[in-house]
């Protein structure tokens, strides 16, 4: 199914109620020109949202656009205040494809790594060391403008980005996490009512989960870039598009919650 942007940036602007929202930039592909939205809600402590790196991935937004009020409502009872990037690539999410009208990748590309003198990449291997890091400056249009709105602002006590799986078949779901596993656990016990869970299984060339479906990777994308700033809780959580959206939502809004948890907790 495809999505007109222009529908989802009118319903993204009706936010104006629950908190700013923001155009921290924008976009041109084929000619035509795309804003990019952060809605901001105050708050004692803060959790960052990304979502939308992958056209063909569009629960994520749809989650954001249709729950946002319920999400709020929540954040705002626990003192947490959200910076909310719900639709980070709109010309991949009109075309549904994974990546824009360009043919770049937005996703990843937030930092490098120095694995040795001189030699840098934007991946590590399971285990492999390195000397140092440092945030990237290059990469897609969509990956620079929200990569310098991020950088901003101080880092987070929580930050999620919210995916889907286009290569997995049936409705299942999985995340990529850094931090503590326990504090993850009830979020994937929440989110089996909804969806399988991927357990001790190989999701791609690189990764398998464990036993409750979660990966560790230092893949330079936002997740990562977060973890070396020391946020405590950061997660990239997917589901299969084969999952049904509901079912989608329903996962979406369980790690949403549990991440709105995490960043009340008043250990950092």
């Known amino acids: 199914m495809r ?6 940036a009118q319903r993204i ?3 104006e109620n629950l908190g700013e929202v923001a155009e921290y930039g924008h976009v041109i592909e084929g000619g035509q020109t795309y804003p990019l939205f952060r809605i901001t ?3 004692e402590r803060w959790l960052v949202i990304t979502s939308g790196f992958h056209g063909e991935e569009p629960a994520g937004p749809l989650t954001l656009a249709e729950r946002l009020p319920e999400v709020v409502a929540y954040a705002k ?4 205040g959200l ?16 990546y824009n009208r360009s043919g770049e990748k937005p996703n990843n590309d937030f930092m ?13 291997n399971p285990g492999q060391a390195h000397l140092r890091w440092a945030l990237y400056d290059g990469g897609p249009k969509e990956t620079r403008a929200v990569r310098a709105d991020l950088a901003r602002w101080p880092a987070p006590n929580a930050a999620l ?7 997995l078949g049936g409705a299942a779901t999985y995340a990529y996490v850094f931090g503590d596993k326990a504090a993850y656990l009830p979020l994937v016990e929440a989110a089996s009512k909804h969806a399988t869970v991927i357990r001790n299984q190989k999701v791609d060339e690189n990764n398998f989960t464990d036993d409750a479906g979660l990966i560790w990777y230092h893949d330079g994308s936002v997740t990562d870039w977060y973890m070396r700033q020391g946020v405590p809780y950061t997660a990239a959580l997917e589901t299969t598009t084969p999952t049904s959206l509901e079912a989608c939502n329903q996962v979406n809004l369980a790690w949403i919650r549990g991440f709105i ?6 250990e950092r």
């Open 13 to 15: 602007r009706s936010f």
């Open 261 to 266: 948890d995490l960043a009340a907790r008043k």
């Open 77 to 80: 009872e626990r003192g947490v």
């Open 41 to 43: 809600v105050p708050g």
């Open 161 to 167: 980005d919210i995916h889907q799986d286009n290569y």
């Open 112 to 124: 490098r790594y120095e694995v040795a003198p001189g030699e840098w990449r934007g991946e590590l």
């Open 3 to 8: 999505y007109r942007y222009t529908d989802y």
């Open 83 to 98: 910076r909310v990037y719900p639709c980070i690539n709109p010309s991949g999410f009109e075309d549904g494809t994974r």
